[in-house]
């Protein structure tokens, strides 16, 4: 088979699975990394080499409806909320649309894999299908039983459940058992609304749990005892007004932390926004909030093997961003300045 030319990066690289900025290039071909070393090339490209981000939490099915109005959660997307409403009375064409937009600006915000959230099915399952095709992201689908059944649709990643707090414990239990069986993930929203899924949701040994924003230091201790990794989604909790997250003790914790972006319907799917919430409001430490972003976040929907840090032999899924832009020239510290303040006009390039 004939070798596609080799893509040349220089600058500085945020090298390895602990992000050490390194000066020099790295090269691309067939679709993964070849090599990185020290020393100055003839490059295609030069700037920030970084990873590409990982989104471990979002509902893109609600993305034909932005920014309702600031309602609290149950009646947002709660059984009979703003969003099962919407839903119902949308065409199929335009919730595909919606879909599409969303995984589009995911890939031009520098995101290379997501976890969906996903409702309604099989039918569900066709319309992100249909929506993501020939886009150049990698999907982890969190699907349901359908109204009535106990089995997981068999195409998808992982089961997702809403809440323990929304169904029967021994339901619960059957359907995740089933779920197991089939080799498949288990992810449970917790502790959003209230601390009093929590416990349930321990009980029944998920993959990750999604929020924790209501638990308290002896739920969080509990998790880390089960070593159970969260994904937090600040942005959606703000929206939503439910409080959030302790990601310092979470940290202190040992917990494993990824990032979501929830909602399209709340919240724009752009990884680089979640980030600097995060680290100027919860976590004043941008290595582990840009691991959070990348490497830990692949590493809790089964993709870490493959991406989520530049390292030879794995997949060139990376991006350039621009040292010289207007918003990042003087930047010190590239991880810093891509943490805090770089945005998708910063990128110059997406592999
Ligand atoms: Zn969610």
Redesign the pocket.
């Given at each position: 088979m004939p070798q596609s030319r080799e893509i040349l990066l220089q600058g500085t690289i945020i090298y390895g699975d602990d992000f050490q900025s390194l000066d020099g290039y790295v090269s691309l071909q067939d679709g993964f990394i070849k090599e990185f070393g020290t020393g100055h090339i003839d490059a295609d490209f030069e700037g920030i080499v970084c990873p590409r981000f990982v989104n471990a939490?979002?509902?893109v099915g609600d993305s034909a409806f932005k920014d309702p109005p600031f309602l609290p959660l149950s009646d947002l997307?709660g059984p009979n909320g703003l969003k099962a409403r919407l839903l119902a009375e949308t065409p199929r064409e335009l919730i595909i649309e919606g879909m599409r937009r969303s995984l589009m600006e995911m890939v031009n915000t520098g995101t290379c894999a997501f976890a969906d959230?996903r409702e309604g099915g099989e039918e569900g399952l066709l319309r992100l299908t249909e929506a993501a095709r020939d886009l150049p992201l990698l999907m982890r689908i969190f699907g349901r039983p359908c109204e009535g059944e106990l089995n997981t649709p068999e195409s998808c990643w992982g089961l997702g459940i809403s809440s323990t707090r929304d169904h029967d414990l021994d339901y619960l239990k059957t359907v995740t058992a089933s779920a197991r069986k089939a080799r498949q993930a288990l992810a449970i929203?917790a502790g959003e609304a209230a601390r009093d899924d929590i416990c349930d949701s321990i009980t029944l040994e998920p993959d990750f749990l999604?929020?924790m924003n209501r638990a308290d230091e002896s739920d969080l201790r509990s998790v880390a005892r089960a070593n159970i990794p969260v994904v937090v989604?600040p942005r959606?909790n703000l929206v939503t007004g439910v409080g959030l997250p302790n990601v310092k003790k979470m940290v202190e914790q040992g917990i494993m932390l990824g990032i979501?972006t929830?909602?399209v319907m709340l919240n724009s799917p752009d990884i680089f926004e979640e980030m600097h919430l995060l680290v100027k409001a919860l976590l004043h430490d941008d290595r582990q909030v840009f691991k959070m972003c990348t490497l830990n976040s692949a590493k809790i929907i089964g993709l870490d093997q493959r991406l989520g840090s530049i390292r030879e032999g794995k997949e060139a899924r990376v991006m350039v961003i621009n040292r010289n832009s207007d918003n990042l020239w003087g930047s010190r510290d590239p991880l810093a300045s891509i943490v805090r303040r770089a945005g998708p006009s910063d990128i110059l390039a997406i592999f």
């Open positions: 939490h979002v509902h997307v959230f929203h999604v929020h989604c959606s979501g929830d909602n």
